[in-house]
């Protein structure tokens, strides 16, 4: 790469695929290597490499051979887009691959310090034929992966818009409960329409105003996806309540009713509290009854 530094040009031509990646970098806060406007000259015209303001100082590359892999690669390291965001970056080989071939695109990759492989940038293309209104969520997320954004490819895309929209705004998920309410949500569409529109028509009724609404969207969205579950746990909530333990003793099961046990826990801070277990003597009977009645019985 041949660098010179000249004045700036009578005329600045607008590329295609120069002007696409240069947008991506104008929503992003990162800088060129340099503080200076970078221009290529080729064909003697000359078009804009870095973002940066114009200038009257200007430094102009000359590249070897009229390659436009070669001239992607400038564009990265020049405007220092190794350091996009994996969202930016999956935008950015998606642009290049309409340039370049996929194999040329795998070193695109290694710029971006992303792994050099067809199936990524296969990938990369995938991820942003996503709507807008899920892509919008992870546009700073830097710590997210392109396997796990790709994720999302075995959702419609009528279905991540409609969740974007109604689901993650309003009730301000994190990035845990958003796959995960999502999971189910979409599970329960496709095994029963009637008791997703049911579920949803109850989403629509949470008081978003709530501070504990996550909580509040957690247990609709259980209860009409696991049905059975949820009166089971239910009903060893309530007979739990009635067994009117001491404060100090709690009971704790698998929500999932696979691990057939009921886990007791004594919290002692003083001598007194020994007599707690007393206590559990007299209830062993309806211990007993609750274990049975749940299926923890010994098998």
């Known amino acids: 790469?041949?660098?010179?530094?000249?004045?700036?040009?009578?005329?600045?031509?607008?590329?295609?695929?120069?002007?696409?990646?240069?947008?991506?970098?104008?929503?992003?806060?990162?800088?060129?290597?340099?503080?200076?406007?970078?221009?290529?000259?080729?064909?003697?015209?000359?078009?804009?490499?870095?973002?940066?303001?114009?200038?009257?100082?200007?430094?102009?590359?000359?590249?070897?051979?009229?390659?436009?892999?070669?001239?992607?690669?400038?564009?990265?390291?020049?405007?220092?887009?190794?350091?996009?965001?994996?969202?930016?970056?999956?935008?950015?080989?998606?642009?290049?691959?309409?340039?370049?071939?996929?194999?040329?695109?795998?070193?695109?990759?290694?710029?971006?310090?992303?792994?050099?492989?067809?199936?990524?940038?296969?990938?990369?293309?995938?991820?942003?034929?996503?709507?807008?209104?899920?892509?919008?969520?992870?546009?700073?997320?830097?710590?997210?992966?392109?396997?796990?954004?790709?994720?999302?490819?075995?959702?419609?895309?009528?279905?991540?818009?409609?969740?974007?929209?109604?689901?993650?705004?309003?009730?301000?998920?994190?990035?845990?409960?958003?796959n995960n309410f999502l999971d189910q949500l979409y599970n329960l569409k496709n095994r029963s329409i009637q008791e997703f529109e049911s579920c949803i028509d109850r989403i629509n009724k949470i008081d978003k105003t709530q501070k504990d609404i996550q909580i509040k969207l957690r247990q609709t969205i259980y209860k009409s996806s696991f049905p059975t579950l949820y009166k089971a746990n239910k009903l060893m909530e309530e007979k739990i309540t009635e067994l009117n333990l001491p404060d100090k003793i709690s009971i704790s099961w698998d929500k999932s009713l696979e691990n057939k046990q009921l886990n007791i826990c004594i919290t002692c801070n003083k001598k007194e509290d020994m007599k707690l277990l007393d206590s559990l003597k007299e209830k062993q009977s309806k211990l007993n009854n609750l274990l049975n009645n749940f299926g923890y019985e010994n098998s």
């Open 1 to 178: 790469m041949n660098l010179t530094t000249i004045t700036k040009p009578n005329q600045i031509f607008n590329d295609t695929l120069f002007k696409s990646f240069l947008e991506i970098c104008a929503r992003t806060t990162i800088s060129p290597i340099l503080n200076a406007t970078f221009v290529i000259k080729k064909n003697n015209k000359h078009y804009y490499l870095s973002n940066q303001k114009q200038s009257s100082l200007y430094y102009e590359i000359c590249i070897n051979q009229n390659s436009k892999l070669e001239e992607i690669i400038l564009l990265i390291k020049i405007n220092n887009m190794h350091l996009l965001t994996t969202l930016e970056k999956t935008n950015l080989i998606t642009i290049a691959s309409q340039h370049v071939s996929y194999k040329e695109c795998c070193e695109l990759l290694k710029q971006l310090n992303l792994a050099a492989q067809e199936q990524i940038v296969r990938q990369c293309i995938k991820i942003n034929k996503f709507p807008d209104e899920l892509l919008n969520k992870f546009n700073e997320n830097y710590s997210i992966s392109i396997k796990q954004l790709f994720y999302y490819d075995r959702f419609e895309n009528q279905f991540l818009k409609w969740y974007s929209t109604h689901i993650i705004d309003p009730f301000k998920l994190s990035f845990s409960q958003f």
